[in-house]
Each structure stands twice: as structure tokens, then as C-alpha cells.
């Protein structure tokens, strides 16, 4: 069974930074893409960022970029979201997830309808 368990989140002051990790079990995570949503309270689940099976690729949704650096350490099956300058408007619930078919690439991860696995998600509050 797969299992994913974030960690990290917390309260900090704008323009702080925050290390989100997600440590997966139950199968090789190596071979899947994974990503990092969020969910503000009152809003739909939103893509963050994404990152293929190998590492070698990222993709990010527009707020995230230049800000936010997913990486993945794929030895110890656990995937980071490092988050610098952070604004009130990152306040959400972040959730890990992964791709369930293995081999794709980073973009796979914000198509609409894709089967993933989830995380439960870690707080994060930014406070201004």
C-alpha cells in the first residue's frame, strides 16, 4: 500500500522560508513523477509544483516559480518543496502526491482527472 507523509509545515512571518519533505513507502517512488498541491480554506486543491520520475525535469505553477524549488532524493524515496519569500497568499494545507503510472514527465502531474496518490497534507500559514 502506498503511503505518503508530509512534514515540515508551520507558521512563519512573510518573506520567511519553509522546507517541506514527504516520504513515501509501499513501492519504488523512484520510477513516478511526484508533485506538491496546496489547499487554501474555502478553495479548490491547486498544483504547486511537479517533478518527473528521475528528477531531471520541473515544472511550476506561476506563483511558485523563482520562489519554490522542488527536488526529490529518490535513495531515501523522499520528495522536499523548499519555499523562500513566502507571502500571506501561500497560507494552505500541502499535499504530496504521485504519479501512478511510472516513467512520466513533470507535466503529467497538473492534467485534470490524473489518478494520484495522496499524502494528508502538512499546514502551512504565512502571517503578514
Known amino acids: 500500500q502506498v503511503q505518503l507523509v508530509e512534514s515540515g509545515g508551520g507558521l512563519v512571518q512573510a518573506g520567511g522560508s519553509l522546507r517541506l519533505s514527504c516520504a513515501g513507502s509501499?513501492?519504488?517512488?523512484?520510477?513516478?513523477?511526484m508533485g506538491w498541491f496546496r489547499q487554501a480554506p474555502g478553495k479548490e486543491r491547486e498544483f504547486v509544483a511537479a517533478?518527473?520520475?528521475?528528477?531531471?525535469?520541473?515544472y511550476y505553477e506561476d506563483s511558485a516559480n523563482g520562489r519554490f524549488t522542488i527536488s526529490r532524493d529518490n535513495a531515501k524515496n523522499t520528495l522536499y518543496l523548499e519555499m523562500n519569500s513566502l507571502k500571506p497568499e501561500d497560507t494552505a494545507a500541502y499535499y504530496c502526491?504521485?504519479?501512478?503510472?511510472?516513467?512520466?514527465?513533470?507535466?503529467?502531474?497538473?492534467?485534470?482527472?490524473?489518478?494520484?496518490?495522496w499524502g494528508q497534507g502538512t499546514p502551512v500559514t504565512v502571517s503578514s
Open positions: 509501499g513501492r519504488t517512488f523512484s520510477n513516478y513523477a
Open positions: 502526491a504521485t504519479d501512478t503510472q511510472e516513467y512520466r514527465g513533470p507535466s503529467t502531474m497538473v492534467q485534470p482527472g490524473l489518478k494520484k496518490n
Open positions: 517533478i518527473s520520475w528521475s528528477g531531471r525535469r520541473t
